[in-house]
């Protein structure tokens, strides 16, 4: 279930008033032209900023995202972008050169989802396709930055964000907002860290060697930007007896 940030229509509509100019997109269409990419898949698309800054650039663009209101909002900004209502673990065989998921895609898979992931990707790539995407370093503690509560108002609409819970590897915040009629509306998001080995070995095990781990050149010492390649078919999934899937969720940027 996506969160209600992503999936509700009045929320959706605020994301990026909220979210305000997106300069860590930046590195990734560098990264794009870098790896000679003429295809992309944008995995976890949103409302779909980086897939017209993509189709700007002379893209060939796939947009997919599990959250229909925003979906409905990137559709809306351009015509060019193939955009797809679902998730990783459902894509055609795209044979894309590059997959993406910016900002905090890849921490909203919670359990084996996030292998489940990798996979469908592996699957949407063509062969030697790369994928491209960053989380935030364990080490470097972001959450004790959410600690305080924050209060901002944009367009009227009053935002509170909160910290509820940190259970490592997960951590939970909640984003409520108050629109001028008096109207309430909480959305409540869940994020895992994962540590660099520990990424590094999901992506080899479902059939990506990783070629690059980079910082973050917009929060630099917090984020790993990790560039991996398809090298091999993906391994069928593994799962214990009785192991059940996380949820994922969309993405937030902090």
Not at 200 to 223: H, M, N, T
């Amino acid at each position: 279930m996506p969160d209600a940030l992503f999936a509700d229509p009045r929320l959706a509509r605020l994301y990026d008033a909220f979210d305000g100019p997106r300069d860590d997109l930046d590195p990734y269409l560098a990264i794009a032209a870098e790896l000679g990419a003429r295809s992309v898949l944008d995995v976890g698309c949103g409302t779909g900023c980086f897939g017209v800054l993509l189709a700007d650039a002379g893209f060939s663009v796939v947009g997919v995202e599990p959250a229909l209101a925003s979906l409905e909002l990137a559709r809306a900004k351009d015509s060019r972008v193939t955009w797809l209502h679902g998730d990783a673990t459902g894509l055609p065989p795209l044979r894309a050169d590059l997959a993406t998921m910016t900002a905090n895609v890849a921490q909203v898979f919670l359990g084996d989802d996030w292998e489940a992931a990798l996979r469908g990707v592996h699957g949407a790539l063509r062969p030697g396709g790369h994928l491209v995407f960053e989380t935030r370093r364990l080490e470097a503690r972001a959450w004790e930055g959410w600690a305080e509560t924050t209060h901002r108002v944009v367009d009227g609409v009053e935002e509170r964000r909160e910290l509820l819970g940190v259970d490592l590897p997960f951590v939970s915040f909640r984003h409520t907002y108050r629109f001028p009629d008096g109207t309430e509306v909480a959305s409540d998001s869940t994020l895992r860290f994962r540590s660099r080995a520990e990424v590094e070995d999901s992506l080899v095990a479902c059939g990506f060697e990783v070629v690059d781990v980079r910082d973050a050149p917009d929060r630099p010492g917090r984020e790993h930007v990790f560039v991996a390649r398809k090298v091999s078919a993906a391994p069928a999934p593994t799962r214990r007896p009785g192991e059940s899937s996380g949820l994922g969720r969309p993405p937030w940027q902090l």
